[in-house]
């Protein structure tokens, strides 16, 4: 018979799931800047917010009858809070393919580096939440490594774009400066899991950021 602990692990599972499926869905939107699937991708954000809500409620529930496993009860929350935030940033960046200001000059260049960053932060959920469910805080530290790669990607954008050497008008730069910031945002909560894992195993914080 499955614990109350191992059914809210099946409720995080397909929450994960579903926020990197819908990272994917994202960068397809993105790259094609195709105003369609952007908007058929924001209809999902109630879904994923739902979802949320109801393994809140759960948490809430087991914390009160299963007090012993109270510490991955509280875990489990966290993990699909900051999954839920996640999304919502990968939300923001769904709306560049439907912004008209967004230039269609040297869009491609920021279109690949947006699916890059979008494919690690996809890798790093999926991993996340394998090493949070074996409960393997060297192999959730390991992930979280991967986020300097992100931070150097925006880091290289940001100073592209403020260079202003392609011309683009100061809304064009704030609307790609922004997409570039949610997504190093993203990997940001997928390190916050990772710490979670730690915590999870050891009772203490961890920054691995």
Do not use: W
């Not at 979802?51 to 299963?66: G, H, K, P, Y």
């Not at 494919?119 to 939440?129: D, P, Q, R, T, W």
């Not at 064009?172 to 993203?186: G, P, S, V, Y």
Request: net charge negative; with cysteine; aromatic share 4%.
């Amino acid at each position: 018979m499955k614990s109350a602990v191992n059914m809210l692990e099946e409720r995080l599972i397909y929450l994960s799931s579903l926020a990197r499926d819908i990272c994917i869905a994202v960068l397809e939107a993105v790259e094609k800047k195709n105003p369609a699937e952007a908007n058929s991708v924001l209809a999902m954000d109630e879904k994923v917010d739902a979802l949320n809500r109801s393994i809140q409620e759960a948490v809430l529930q087991t914390a009160r009858e299963c007090p012993e496993d109270i510490t991955s009860v509280i875990i489990i929350g966290k993990i699909a809070q900051d999954i839920e935030r996640l999304v919502d940033h990968s939300m923001n960046v769904a709306r560049i393919a439907i912004d008209p200001t967004v230039p269609s000059q040297n869009y491609d260049f920021y279109a690949l580096t947006f699916k890059r960053m979008g494919e690690i932060v996809v890798e790093m959920l999926g991993e996340a939440i394998d090493a949070f469910l074996n409960r393997d805080p060297e192999a959730a530290a390991q992930v979280a490594k991967k986020d300097d790669v992100l931070d150097t990607i925006y880091a290289d954008a940001k100073k592209r774009l403020r260079s202003g050497q392609e011309g683009l008008k100061l809304e064009e730069t704030i609307d790609l400066m922004l997409a570039a910031k949610h997504l190093e945002r993203m990997g940001d909560y997928v390190t916050n899991i990772c710490e979670y894992t730690s915590m999870a195993v050891t009772g203490l914080q961890t920054d691995l950021n």
